[in-house]
């Protein structure tokens, strides 16, 4: 066959049959005419975008890999077909790479121009078209860009609406505490008051003192006791309460037992009222240890206040830089912090973490990396439909760490799985899903990190795994 194609044959072809004498020449003389044996690749996806392809004869696909997996996106024996640098018009760094892979499925011939010089022809013989053509582009993909936004906005949205509801438990849980405590304290001041005048001895109000310090150690380090225990130990010292004729001390004894103190702490107070006064004394430590009780409960409460302020400030990364080395289980671990009502004891779904912590930081975007781990982990919750098991682990493999997502639901489907990163496709309900979370998160880790994505799904089993290099691309 000839190496060139002549201009008579080059207007046979629908790209070029208005072409005038003198473009059909400059085709002809910089076009290469390619034989591709069947089975060759005749572009690689990701490779540099050096020509642009016309097909003369044979048949040939095309495939993109995504989830790790080739997958075929068109076929075609159509004469005139063309691929390759198809966006050679532009001076973008998006298109100075191929797209997709184009495998000869039979003996093939291809007619080859070279882009970077056919797109300066191209834009001396067509300047309008060209205004066209970018400003289309531009159009779609600023149009993509603001869809993905709204992607990210809903799932902020999401996990923001989850934030309000963890944050309001332990501040309404700590204002309750505040308003019991208040209540506590003047009632403990009363009491205090009636034991000071006089009618207990100071060597026995030195004593109740140090019991007083000896129960709010107690308190601190109490023991969680079972239901069974808890009733046992109540009815022993409600018992005791009524033998030294203390009314109410069935209402008592809770408040004690939750505190860690028994029988013999009170036995102990009761020595160091010598006169047989005991009641006294017993509800004034009472009130102190309901006030230790109230004040642990209000650490406790702004503690994971605070824990849940700083996963947000981790997860948003608004105070960090865009691109950084960092600790991938931060990320992982302030994503599952915002899913807290879904997750652990009070959600549905139960937590497994299976972290290597000898992993070193990796260079990435880590507020992106969190989207992703946010598409991921909300499908993988509402797969489990609220229950079921959710694993994350991570490992080293070979020269990139690996992020595993498991979940225990009913799996994907073959036929799905291989739609799944396609832009707006969604199994969800209507009103429930853009689509486009699983594509985002596709380019944030192939495109934006240089890593992989691959799934694997049968029923009850399903794991999208992750893989992101330990170094910095070399560009």
């Known amino acids: 066959m000839e190496a060139h194609l002549t201009p008579e044959q080059l207007r046979e072809l629908f790209l070029f049959a208005d072409l005038d004498p003198e473009q059909l020449d400059w085709i002809a003389g910089c076009g290469d005419v390619v034989e591709i044996p069947a089975g060759a690749n005749v572009v690689t996806e990701g490779e540099l ?3 642009f392809y016309v097909l003369l004869s044979g048949t040939v ?3 993109r890999m995504i989830g790790g997996e080739t997958v075929e996106t068109t076929r075609t024996d159509h004469r005139g077909s063309y691929f390759g640098a198809v966006q050679f018009y532009l001076e973008d760094e998006s298109t100075r790479e191929y797209p997709a892979s184009v495998r000869a499925i039979t003996d093939s011939v291809v007619l080859a121009l070279p882009a970077k010089e056919f797109a300066k022809r191209f834009a001396q013989w067509f300047p309008m078209a060209v205004h066209l053509l970018e400003g289309m582009l531009l159009g779609m993909r600023r ?6 936004e709204r992607e990210r906005l809903l799932a902020l949205g999401k996990l923001s609406a989850g934030l309000t509801h963890e944050l309001n438990n332990p501040a309404a849980a700590a204002i309750r505490a505040t308003d019991a405590l208040r ?3 003047a009632h403990m001041r009363n009491k205090l008051a009636m034991i000071a005048d006089g009618r207990i001895a100071g060597p026995a109000l ?7 310090d000896e129960f709010v150690k107690k308190v601190r380090h109490a023991p969680t006791l079972s239901p069974l225990e808890a009733s046992d130990r109540e009815d022993e010292l409600g018992d005791w309460f009524d033998e030294h004729g203390i009314e109410g001390g069935w209402d008592l004894a809770p408040v004690f037992v939750a505190g860690g103190l028994g029988v013999e702490d009170m036995e102990a107070v009761s020595a160091a009222c010598e006169n047989g006064m005991v009641e006294g004394p017993i509800r004034w430590l009472a009130y102190t240890v309901e006030s230790e009780s109230l004040m642990r409960e209000i650490i406790d409460a702004t503690t994971r206040i605070s824990d849940l302020v700083g996963a947000a400030k981790q997860y948003s990364q608004l105070d960090r830089a865009p691109f950084r080395y960092v600790d991938v289980h931060e990320g992982l671990d302030a ?3 915002m899913f807290g009502r879904k997750l652990g004891e009070d959600g549905g779904v139960k937590m497994v973490k299976d ?4 992993l070193p930081p990796i260079p990435a975007y880590p507020a992106e990396l969190n989207q992703v781990w946010t598409n991921i982990i909300d499908n993988a919750i509402d797969a489990m439909g609220g229950e079921g098991t959710l694993t994350v682990r991570t490992a080293r493999v070979d020269d990139r760490v690996l992020v595993e997502i498991g979940d225990s639901g009913p799996g994907i489907p073959a036929d799905i799985r291989r739609r799944i990163f396609e832009p707006f496709f969604t199994t969800k309900g ?3 899903g853009t689509g486009l979370g699983l594509d985002v998160s596709y380019r944030v880790i192939v495109s934006r990190h240089h890593g992989d994505v691959q799934v694997e799904s049968e029923p009850g089993d399903t794991r999208f795994r992750v893989f992101l290099p330990l170094t910095e691309a070399e560009l």
């Open 49 to 51: 975008a050096r020509c």
């Open 61 to 63: 696909s095309m495939s």
């Open 143 to 148: 149009g993509n860009q603001q869809l993905a």
């Open 183 to 185: 209540d506590k304290v």
């Open 206 to 212: 030195r004593k109740l003192v140090m019991a007083q």
């Open 335 to 337: 994503t599952l912090m």
């Open 355 to 358: 972290y290597d912590r000898s």
């Open 430 to 432: 209507v009103g429930k």
